[in-house]
Every structure is written in structure tokens, then in C-alpha cells.
């Protein structure tokens, strides 16, 4: 994987081209810097750097970033329904999922997994691996391609605007909010374990009533 110090020369040499894959990558459930290209770009078609890349127009970078976290989403998102829920099944209990928590985990994507997918792609970790989670957990499809299209847009939009807006400045406004929304982030998982656990009963017993039956690990 490139550092982001590469990043500058990456756009140069590749334009769009570099702009949709990092994002691509990354929204597909591997580490890379796709928010940090996404800012570099618009500062590019803002002009305000010396390696201003005339051909990068603000309302493209936001499209092709945009486009890109649309497409790695949902490449990990039907990995995670491929391949997650049956991984899970089969081995879960290593890590002490059984089928009582694996449904739990279905359940609760079926009634807040919308938001988690929006919400995931302004988080560093959770946008990575949400899509991911989704997919192994059920989502259903047309819920999240309709969270994650509004997610993807609304994040290449703020974060683009912001690096055309305010140009190298806004790394440093841009790392903060990213710190922000992690710890909140933290803290809202933080409440939300606490919850579980003094709940987990009632919880699974709430989850079995809403699927009964076997665990479903088969894609539909």
C-alpha cells in the first residue's frame, strides 16, 4: 500500500482513475487512505496547491469518490453475505457467537443496520468494514444500497467541499473531525455493550421471537 505522502504524485499521474480506486479499496473492507485522497483532490480543483490538476473538476472528484465508495461498498457487502454469515456459523463459537448471539446480530442489523451504514462512512474503522458487517449480518439489499448511495454521497460532498472550500487547511480541519467522530463513535459502543450486557437475555429472546427457526446462512 502507498503512504499518504504519495498521494500528491498518485493524482498527478492518475486523475479520476486514482480518486475511485483508493476510495474503492477502502470502502471494500482493505485500509486505505480514501479520505485523504478525496480531500488532496478537491484541494487540487480548488487551485489552491502547486500541483493543481486542471483537469480535476470539484463536481467530478465528489462523483468519481462518490461512485467509488458506492461500488467497494457493495463489493464488501455481498462478501459479507457470501461468505461472512456461514464463516460465522461454522466458527463463531471461537469467539463465542453462538447461534443465540449471531441472531442477535441479524436482529439488530434488520432494525438500525440503515443508520449504521450511513453513519459507518464518516467513522475511519467503521468505514472499512460496515459494508462487511452489513452483508454478514442480512441486511437486506435494497436497504442498504439506498443507506449506503445516501452515505457515500453525503461524505464525498461534505469532505470534498471542505477540501475546496478551505484547501490545505483542510487536512487539519478534516483530522479533527474525523477524531471527533471516532470518539463518538467509541462512546455510543461503549453505552451500547453496557446495554447488551446487563439486557443479553432479553435481547436474544427479542431476536428469537423476531427469527425463529435456524440461523439463515444461505444467500437469498
Given amino acids: 500500500m502507498f503512504l499518504s505522502d504519495q498521494i500528491p504524485a498518485f493524482i498527478e499521474h492518475y486523475g479520476y482513475l486514482a480518486i475511485f480506486c ?3 479499496i477502502e470502502s471494500a473492507g482493505i485500509p486505505f487512505p480514501g479520505e485523504t485522497i478525496l480531500v488532496s483532490a478537491a484541494i487540487f480543483a480548488g487551485g489552491s496547491h502547486a500541483l493543481h490538476h486542471e483537469s480535476l473538476n470539484i463536481f467530478g472528484v465528489i462523483a468519481t469518490a462518490a461512485g467509488g465508495a458506492i461500488l467497494g461498498d457493495n463489493l464488501g457487502f455481498w462478501a459479507g453475505r457470501t461468505f461472512g454469515v456461514a464463516l460465522l456459523a461454522r466458527y463463531g463459537r471461537l469467539v463465542h457467537l453462538d447461534e443465540g448471539r449471531l441472531k442477535l446480530g441479524q436482529y439488530l442489523f434488520r432494525k438500525y443496520g440503515g443508520a449504521i451504514v450511513f453513519f459507518g462512512r464518516f ?3 467503521l468505514r472499512a468494514f460496515a459494508a462487511i458487517l452489513a452483508g454478514a449480518n442480512r441486511l437486506e439489499p435494497w436497504r442498504f444500497f439506498i ?4 452515505g457515500a454521497i ?4 461534505l469532505f470534498g467541499g471542505l477540501g475546496f472550500l478551505f484547501g490545505a487547511e483542510a487536512h487539519r ?3 479533527p473531525l474525523g477524531l471527533v467522530s471516532l470518539a463518538a463513535a467509541l462512546a455510543v459502543f461503549a453505552f451500547c455493550w453496557r446495554f447488551y450486557k446487563r ?5 436474544i429472546a427479542e431476536a428469537e421471537a423476531a427469527l425463529p427457526g435456524p440461523i ?3 444467500v437469498r
Avoid at 453525503?154 to 460532498?157: G, T
Avoid at 439486557?199 to 435481547?203: D, G, H, S
Fill in 22 to 24: 483508493v476510495v474503492a
Fill in 123 to 125: 467513522v475511519a474503522v
Fill in 173 to 175: 480541519i478534516a483530522g
Fill in 147 to 150: 443507506f449506503n448511495a445516501a
Fill in 216 to 218: 439463515q446462512t444461505q
Fill in 154 to 157: 453525503v461524505w464525498a460532498s
Fill in 199 to 203: 439486557n443479553e437475555i432479553r435481547l
